[in-house]
């Protein structure tokens, strides 16, 4: 079965900082799929960034930055320089491809607070 | 720019009665998702559809739950003789499925049901 866990329940910064969230996930698909999404206070969620399971390779867009190790099952997601407006809950979710489900699971997220 | 709307945003009824949702995907989607979301968790998949038919439900969706898409453009979620533990947000997602490739998926602002 496919789990996802953000063992980072809340974290707090100031601005200016850098932070990463973490995230580990289980599944037993060789083709799957990993995401990031947040969620502002607004409450809509927003899609950050895609990554399948063959393709290794960090990303980095902007002051957002994600790193994919299949090897200890984790996509991390960095927020370099954080400001006021980083401030929501992120949520790291796991796709099977292989199988053909198209559900996302999603992990319970972690709270970001970013003070001015 | 039209994203996936979702109607109505918020619903108050009494515990026994029946509710009815509406999701209007992103008009090019043909893949559209129901995810139930309870405040600190992350969103939990309910079911999914491609155009109009139905190709996966949760162990979640009891027989109370019903969802229909019926032409393959908008949704409906129906929960009939709501209880209170229906209270949650619920939230609808539609992507662009293509065989090969999967694509992420884009989420409406939901509808928060409190079920008294």
């Known amino acids: 079965a496919q789990k996802v866990t953000q063992a980072q329940t809340e974290i707090s910064v100031v601005e200016k900082e850098d932070v990463t969230l973490d995230c580990v996930y289980e599944?037993?698909?060789?083709?799957?799929?990993l995401f990031w999404y947040k969620q502002p206070p607004s409450g809509e969620l927003v899609f950050l960034i895609r990554?399948?399971?063959?393709?290794?390779q960090n990303e980095i867009s902007g002051r957002y930055s994600w790193n994919f190790q299949k090897s200890t099952s984790s996509f991390n997601f960095t927020i370099t320089a954080s400001q006021v407006v980083d401030s929501a809950v992120y949520f790291c979710?796991?796709?099977?491809?292989?199988?053909?489900?198209?559900?996302?699971?999603f992990g319970s997220g972690t709270r970001l607070q970013v003070q001015p | 720019d039209t994203g996936v709307s979702q109607d109505p945003r918020h619903k108050i009824t009494k515990r026994g009665q029946n509710v009815t949702f509406r999701c209007d995907p992103i008009?090019?989607?043909?893949?559209l998702y129901w995810y139930r979301q309870t405040l600190g968790q992350g969103p939990e998949f309910l079911t999914y559809?491609?155009?109009?038919?139905?190709?996966?439900k949760s162990r979640l969706l009891s027989d109370r739950f019903s969802a229909e898409r019926p032409k393959g453009s908008f949704s409906t979620l129906e929960i009939q003789r709501t209880e209170q533990g229906d209270s949650a947000m619920y939230l609808c997602?539609?992507?662009?499925?293509?065989?090969?490739?999967?694509?992420?998926?884009?989420f409406g602002p939901g509808t928060r049901l409190t079920v008294l």
């Open positions: 997602a539609s992507s662009l499925g293509v065989l090969t490739h999967y694509n992420e998926q884009f």
């Open positions: 599944t037993r698909d060789t083709t799957y799929y």
């Open positions: 990554r399948n399971s063959f393709d290794e």
């Open positions: 979710a796991l796709s099977e491809a292989g199988t053909g489900r198209r559900a996302l699971t």
């Open positions: 008009s090019e989607h043909n893949r």
């Open positions: 559809f491609q155009n109009e038919a139905q190709l996966e």
